[in-house]
């Protein structure tokens, strides 16, 4: 069955330190993944997305992700973390066949501590 | 760019009314646009997906006729709950998609809380 695990429900980093959160698809293909954060009560931000080509793909606030085809994952990372950056992190995937709908993984709660 | 919108932001009501939450898509058009529903702690739910100029296709479990769906231009979508109840309080969240031969993106609302009294 198709699916998006995100293995690390919560998560706890100190304000400077990097930061890498998992995220891993079972797919026939590779689908197109994203990277969502969602602060509280508000929507999701798209941090960034892969389609295909150079395997690591660029996002804004500095957040960075690198698709492992041999691995089926797509980890998010951030070279130094600030406070603003605790937040719930999504990773969601669109598989490239007709269906595309976007499933996400359970989220990862990010703490920041000063 | 990409921007989506929602109104309410949050909304309070009695137990037996009816609520209309819109979403627009600011600076794009979207055929099709997505209804969500999220519960405290837990990742979004697809509820249903609306296109425009034709019924919306909803989830397994999730009324139709409870969740009313409509997706008058490529701009605007309307979920309506119908004769709400404290069970239909929740976070909703709606997303427009822009897609193409290579790409398939959601640009999500702020959200809107609802909360049935």
């Known amino acids: 069955a198709q699916s998006v695990t995100q293995p690390d429900i919560h998560i706890t980093v100190s304000e400077g330190a990097s930061l890498e959160l998992r995220c891993n698809y079972s797919?026939?293909?590779?689908?197109?993944l994203f990277w969502y954060v969602q602060s509280p009560g508000q929507g999701l931000q798209l941090l960034l997305k892969y389609f295909s080509g150079d395997t690591l793909v660029q996002g804004i606030k500095g957040f960075e992700a690198e698709f492992k085809r041999s691995q089926s994952s797509f980890n998010l990372r951030k070279p130094s973390v600030h406070w603003s950056d605790a937040a719930e992190y999504f990773c969601?995937?669109?598989?490239?066949?007709?269906?595309?709908?976007?499933?996400f993984g359970s989220g990862t709660q990010l703490t920041v501590l000063p | 760019g990409a921007v989506v919108s929602q109104h309410p932001s949050w909304v309070i009501c009695k137990s037996g009314t009816s609520v209309k939450i819109e979403c627009r898509s600011l600076?794009?058009?979207?055929?099709?646009m997505f209804w969500y529903r999220q519960f405290p702690k837990q990742s979004l739910m697809l509820m249903a997906t609306?296109?425009?100029?034709?019924?919306?296709?909803?989830e397994q479990g999730v009324e139709k006729d409870k969740f009313l769906i409509n997706h008058a231009s490529l701009t605007l979508s309307t979920l309506t709950v119908t004769s709400a109840h404290p069970e239909d309080s929740s976070f909703y969240i709606c997303?427009?998609?822009?897609?193409?031969?290579?790409?398939?993106?959601?640009?999500f609302g702020p959200g809107t809380r609802l909360t049935v009294l």
């Open positions: 997303s427009a998609r822009v897609a193409g031969p290579s790409t398939d993106t959601q640009y």
């Open positions: 609306s296109n425009e100029g034709s019924k919306a296709t909803y």
């Open positions: 969601a995937v669109v598989s490239r066949g007709s269906a595309r709908q976007l499933t």
């Open positions: 797919y026939g293909a590779t689908p197109y």
């Open positions: 600076d794009f058009q979207a055929t099709t």
